[in-house]
Structure formats: C-alpha cells, structure tokens
C-alpha cells in the first residue's frame, strides 16, 4: 500500500490518474484470469498437497489485487469522471 501510496503523490495531472486507473483495471481482469487458470491447471500432474498450495496461493494474489482495486483504483476512478 506504501508504493501504491507513493505512486498517487507523483500523479500531479488526471491523464496520469486515469491511466493508473486504467492500468489497475486491467491487471484485476488478468488477475482473474490467472486465477482461472491457475486453479483449473492443476490436471493430476501435482501432489494433492502441492495442488492446494497452489490454489490458496492463487485465490490470496486474487484477493489482493481485488482488494487494491476496490481500495484504491476505485477511488481514482470516481476522481477522474467527477473532474472530468
């Protein structure tokens, strides 16, 4: 949250804004599809063991992205149409 934080003072115009609004965006749609992959890869080929790892590791980098999406990237958004 600090870099994202450090990020947010360095924007010192609204195109720089919504671009970071739009680049959190689109790392939480690819975030999800990472998700969805990651999860449905898991064909056999592991360990039960290792197969679980990997699925709660993949559903904690889900949380945090979404969780840095609807913390921040929604109130960037909110900022760049209400100064639109």
């Known amino acids: 949250m600090e870099l994202t934080a450090s990020a947010l003072r360095r924007l010192d115009d609204l195109d720089h804004l919504e671009e970071y609004w739009s680049q959190t965006q689109r790392l939480t749609k690819q975030a999800n599809r990472g998700h969805r992959e990651w999860s449905t890869s898991t064909d056999g080929a592991l360990q039960p063991g290792v197969a679980l790892q990997h699925a ?3 559903s904690e980098i889900l949380a ?6 609807d913390d921040v990237a929604t109130v960037c958004g909110s900022i760049v149409v209400r100064e639109s």
Do not use: I
């Open 56 to 58: 709660e590791l993949a």
């Open 64 to 69: 945090a992205m979404h969780a840095l999406r």
